[in-house]
C-alpha cells in the first residue's frame, strides 16, 4: 500500500495535508522522518526532543518548520494529526495520555510501556478516543514476512512445531560507548524491551497464537559505560542478551508449540535478524536481507521462494527496519486520509498490550529463575 501511495498518490490530490508531530530526535532522524518525508499528502510539521539542540539539528536538516519547546507543546499544537512517540519507554504512558486527550492519532515505539498495567490503561484510553493508535512494529510491512505469514496459513509447513528468532548484532558491544538511557533499565533500556517486543510480535502474528508460557535469562555482560562528557563510568543496569524459550497456546496452526529466541547486541560479527518457523511438512525461515526460504520435509536443503523488493525512501540507512518503515508509514497516511482508525496488518495498541504481558513474564521468569505464565 505504501509503495502504491508513493508512485501515484491520486487518492490525496485535493485532501488535507497530514500533519505529523516528531517526539524523539534519535530514531526518528534515520528512519521514520526520510520515511514520512517520502509519503505525498503528509509532512513532519514539528519535532521536540529532551535535548532542544539534537530537535534543532534535526529540524534544519529536514526543514521542519517548528521545533517545540517541549513535547507538550507538540501533542497540543492544532498542526498536529499524528503523534509519533520516539522516546524511551519510561515516558510513553504520559506522551500517549496527552495525545489522546487532545485528539490526535498515535504511532508509538515499542515496547509499548513500562510494563502491562501502563500498557492496559494506554489501550483502554486509546479505544474510548477513537483515533488510530498503533504500535511501532514494522517488520509486519516487509514483503518476506508477509509472504510467511500467508504461506502458513495456506498450509505450506503443516501444523506449527517450533519457532525460532535470532537477533545478533554488535550494536552496543564497544566498551567505549557513552552511557545513555537505553543502559537504564529505569527508563525501559535493554534488549528484551527493544529486541524482545518484535521477536514477541512477530510470533504471535505469524502463527496467529498467544504465548502462554515464557523462560528468560537475562544478562548484562558490560557493567559499566563512561558519562558522556565527564568519563565517569555509571552502572549500567539493563541487560545486552536476552536468551528465552516460549510455550504457545493452541490454535489453528498451533499444537504443543515452542519457541525460542536469541537476542544479543554485544555480538561481534554479521547482523542477523531471522525468523524461523518449523512444522509438520516443512519450514520457513526469513532473513535480515528480506531472503525467505522454504524447506519442505525431508529435502535437506533451503529453497529461495519469490518475494517482490521492498522498497527503501531516500536518505535511510538500509535494514529491515527501514524497508519495514517506508511501507508501515505510507499505510498510516493512506488510512488518515482515508479517514480510518484502523490500518490492516499493523499491531495495535491491544498487541501491544499483549506482547508487555509476555515481556513482564519474561521478567519475573528471569529474577524468579523459573517458568512464567503469561497471566
Known amino acids: 500500500m505504501g509503495t502504491i501511495l508513493r508512485a501515484t498518490g491520486s487518492a490525496h490530490l485535493g485532501k488535507k495535508v497530514i500533519g505529523i508531530g516528531i517526539i524523539g530526535a534519535g530514531f526518528a532522524r534515520t528512519t521514520q522522518i526520510p520515511a514520512f518525508k517520502d509519503c505525498i499528502g503528509a509532512r513532519v510539521v514539528a ?39 520516539v522516546t524511551p519507554p519510561a515516558t510513553h504512558l504520559e506522551i500517549t495520555m496527552a495525545a489522546l486527550e487532545h485528539g490526535k492519532h498515535v504511532l508509538c515505539e515499542k515496547p509499548m510501556a513500562m510494563n502491562a498495567e501502563q500498557a492496559r490503561q494506554m489501550t483502554e484510553r486509546a479505544a474510548e478516543a477513537g483515533v488510530l493508535a498503533l504500535i511501532d512494529h514494522e517488520l509486519r510491512f516487509l514483503n518476506s514476512r508477509r509472504m510467511m ?83 565517569v563510568m555509571r552502572a549500567v543496569t539493563s541487560d545486552d542478551e536476552a536468551k528465552l524459550l516460549f510455550r504457545f497456546a493452541d490454535s489453528e496452526l498451533t499444537r504443543n508449540t515452542t519457541g525460542a529466541a536469541s537476542l544479543s547486541v554485544v555480538e561481534s560479527g554479521g547482523h542477523e535478524n531471522r525468523l524461523e518457523v518449523y512444522g509438520t511438512t516443512g519450514a520457513l525461515m526469513v ?12 529435502s535437506g536443503s533451503w529453497r529461495p521462494v519469490p518475494v517482490d523488493q521492498d522498497s527503501m525512501a ?19 497516511i493512506d488510512a488518515l486520509h482515508e479517514g480510518k482508525t484502523t490500518v490492516e496488518g499493523a499491531a495495535t495498541f491491544a498487541d501491544g498490550y499483549q506482547t508487555q504481558l509476555v515481556l513482564d513474564a519474561a521478567r519475573a521468569s528471569n529474577k524468579s529463575g523459573c517458568w512464567a505464565d503469561v497471566e
Open 287 to 298: 532473513e535480515e536481507t528480506g531472503e525467505l526460504w522454504h524447506s519442505p520435509a525431508g
Open 47 to 85: 519535532i521536540a526532543s529532551a535535548h532542544r539542540e539534537n530537535a534543532e539539528s534535526v529540524a534544519d536538516e529536514f526543514k521542519i518548520r517548528h521545533v517545540a519547546n517541549d513535547w507538550r507543546e507538540l501533542v497540543a499544537s492544532d498542526d498536529v494529526d499524528l503523534v509519533s512517540i
Open 314 to 332: 531516500a536518505g535511510m540507512r538500509a535494514g529491515s527496519w527501514s524497508r519495514g518503515f517506508t511501507a508501515f508509514s505510507g499505510a498510516v
Open 149 to 231: 505469514r500467508a504461506m502458513l496459513n495456506g498450509g505450506a509447513i503443516g501444523t506449527v512445531r517450533h519457532c525460532n528468532y535470532v537477533f545478533r548484532s554488535d550494536y552496543r558491544g564497544l566498551l567505549e560507548r557513552p552511557w545513555d538511557w537505553w543502559a537504564d533499565e529505569a527508563m525501559g533500556g535493554g534488549t528484551l524491551g527493544a529486541i524482545g517486543s518484535h521477536a514477541i510480535d512477530s510470533f504471535r502474528w505469524v502463527v496467529g497464537a498467544e504465548i502462554s508460557q515464557v523462560f528468560a535469562m537475562l544478562s548484562s555482560h558490560i557493567a559499566e559505560r563512561p558519562e558522556k562528557g565527564s568519563g
